[in-house]
């Protein structure tokens, strides 16, 4: 007799065995790489590619430093500058409004 149930049973035993058989055939015969090899030219033109952007980012970043640290020294000085001549400028000024104002307070026309 054969019933639906040892036509499941004899299935799932022969699913078994054929995994098993896949799994061991798999070890024994190794299949090679699928995924091709890259010829040596191309590894090293790759390879020197890599290496100058890497030399054209770190200049990059050198120069920006160095460009920035410039720019900070030369601000300080304007800085300074502008403080030193800022009490100059400020005592021209009160001077030249001191002056309008007594030519103002005379009644001398302005020219």
């Known amino acids: 007799m054969t019933g639906l149930g040892n036509e499941v049973q004899m299935r799932i ?61 030369t601000v300080t000085r304007i800085d300074e500058r502008q403080k030193l001549s800022g009490d100059t400028v400020t005592k021209r000024l009160d001077d030249l409004d001191g002056r309008i104002t007594r030519v103002e307070l005379s009644g001398h026309p302005v020219k």
Not at 59 to 66: D, F, N, S, Y
Request: hydrophobic share 55%.
């Open 13 to 73: 035993i022969a699913e078994q065995i054929a995994e098993a058989a896949i799994i061991k055939i798999s070890a024994q015969h190794k299949l090679p790489s699928q995924e091709p090899e890259l010829p040596a030219p191309l590894k090293w033109a790759g390879a020197l590619v890599v290496a100058v952007a890497t030399a054209c980012a770190v200049a990059m970043a050198i120069w920006m430093v160095t460009t920035l640290s410039d720019l900070q020294q």
